[in-house]
Nanobody
């Protein structure tokens, strides 16, 4: 059974930081491209960042310089370090794993940036 379990969301003030984690099980984690997506109320789900099996990362322009994606293949975990958070970063953040035609999603974790 494949599971992607996110944690680390919460309420933070503008300018603050959060670190999201996604623990994977039931997959060969090291062979998967991992990513983080987010969905704000009334908006479509959007890609935030991805990291390849070799560690190459990609970021959407709105988070470049503020967010960092990383992975620990020994722990089957992908992280998203989010710094200098802004109110517009408020969304449910989802972990995603892709391998060939296979794709898996986590249940999501809420991030709210508000004073």
């Amino acid at each position: 059974q494949v599971q992607l379990v996110e944690s680390g969301g919460g309420l933070v003030q503008p300018g603050g930081s959060l670190r999201l984690s996604c623990a994977a099980s039931g997959i060969r984690f090291s062979t998967y491209v991992m990513g983080w997506y987010r969905q704000a109320p009334g908006k479509q789900r959007e890609l935030v960042a991805t990291i390849t099996t070799g560690g190459t990362s990609y970021y959407v322009d709105s988070v470049k310089g503020r967010f960092t994606i990383s992975r620990d293949n020994a722990q089957n975990t992908v992280y998203l370090q989010m710094n200098n958070l802004k109110p517009e970063d408020t969304a449910v953040y989802y972990c995603n794993g892709k391998y060939s035609w296979l794709e898996h999603w986590g249940q999501g974790t809420q991030v709210t940036v508000s004073s």
